[in-house]
């Protein structure tokens, strides 16, 4: 009576009908143990929901194009409609910069740090491969960093905005013999050690006195750096003022555009030094990008606000 009981047991056993006869007659059966019911219906839900969701969106790739879906709907299409919908927020702050000078967005402190936050983007983009990311200079020599206060221009908002638009071009002579300047090696060696005595830098006084004779006189360099080498936006040359297009840098202080050690003072008035600054203004050609003059407001406002804007 156990053994029929059992064998009723076994038979309600669900199997997939695959067996193994064993000799001594107990066969092998393989059990089947489908899936929970919850689990197989969220499965066939999810079938569902694609074949729906390849209906409505955007799904499948195409050779050149993918399909549309019925809805018309894709990321970039709302994507274009949130700019959209931030431009013409920016419109309304946009249009009171255009129409506001400098000082006036300067006294408003709201229209000011919107446009900084503007000027900041346009920075990056275009201004921090020479002048370094936030304006702390590059590590390449001649390229000036604009968190300081030493100028080669100005650091007014009129004379940045300058600057920005029109660029700016900077040009100390050669003046060794063989470089098609005036003077022998020993008079550059001479005007070399005047120049480090004028910063404090280590120098030979007897040669520094022949350096200051020559930097006043035959090299008539304080026709751009002045009278005191204090550079053409600080000093009188003659005790009359300086252009202040000269660019002429000051040579009392540790700030160096190309370098302050002997080796590369001398190598600046033996040789000379070019900069520029390219002109970023509409009308001007270079390197195919120009700023709008919306662009040139925001920026000469955000390098003026960097520290050293005067």
């Keep these: 009576m156990a053994d029929n009981k059992k064998e009723t047991v076994k038979e309600t056993v669900e199997t997939t009908g695959h067996q193994w006869d064993d000799d001594e007659g107990y066969p092998l059966k393989e059990y089947n143990n489908p899936l929970p019911r919850w689990w197989l219906y969220t499965f066939y839900a999810t079938i569902v929901w694609s074949v729906i969701y390849w209906i409505l969106y955007p799904a499948w790739p195409l050779v050149n194009d993918y399909t549309r879906g019925v809805l018309g709907w894709s990321q970039y299409s ?7 919908e931030a431009r013409e927020m920016q419109k309304v702050w946009d249009d009171k910069l255009a129409t506001l000078s400098l000082e006036q967005i300067s006294n408003d402190n709201t229209l000011l740090q919107y446009a900084i936050s503007g000027g900041k983007a346009v920075f990056g983009d275009n201004c921090a491969p ?7 200079g590059s590590h390449a020599k001649g390229f000036p960093a604009l968190v300081d206060d ?8 009129a004379d ?8 700016r071009t900077g040009t100390m002579p050669a003046h060794e013999e063989k470089y098609d300047g005036a ?15 004028l910063s404090g830098l280590g120098h030979d006084a007897q040669k520094a006195v022949a350096g200051k004779e020559l930097f006043e006189g035959e090299a008539a360099c304080v026709v751009c750096h002045g009278d005191s080498g204090k550079g053409s936006l600080k000093d009188v040359a003659f005790g009359d003022p300086i252009d202040r297009s000269v660019g002429a840098p000051d040579l009392t202080d540790a700030i160096w ?7 590369t003072i001398r190598t600046s008035i033996a040789k000379g030094r070019t900069g520029k600054m390219p002109a970023w203004g509409e009308g ?5 990008r120009k700023l709008d003059p919306l662009s040139i407001k925001e ?3 955000y390098v003026h606000s960097l520290g050293g804007g005067r």
């Design 150 to 157: 030493d100028w080669l221009f100005g650091g007014t908002l």
């Design 183 to 197: 003077l022998n090696a020993q008079q550059v060696d001479v005007l070399t050690d005047y120049v480090l005595s």
């Design 299 to 301: 920026v000469t406002l």
């Design 160 to 167: 940045i905005e300058e600057s920005v638009q029109n660029g």
């Design 284 to 288: 001007f050609s270079g390197f195919g």
């Design 130 to 136: 020479c002048h370094g990311s936030g304006g702390v």
């Design 78 to 84: 709302q994507l274009e409609e949130e700019l959209a």
């Design 257 to 263: 555009l190309y370098g302050g050690d002997r080796t």
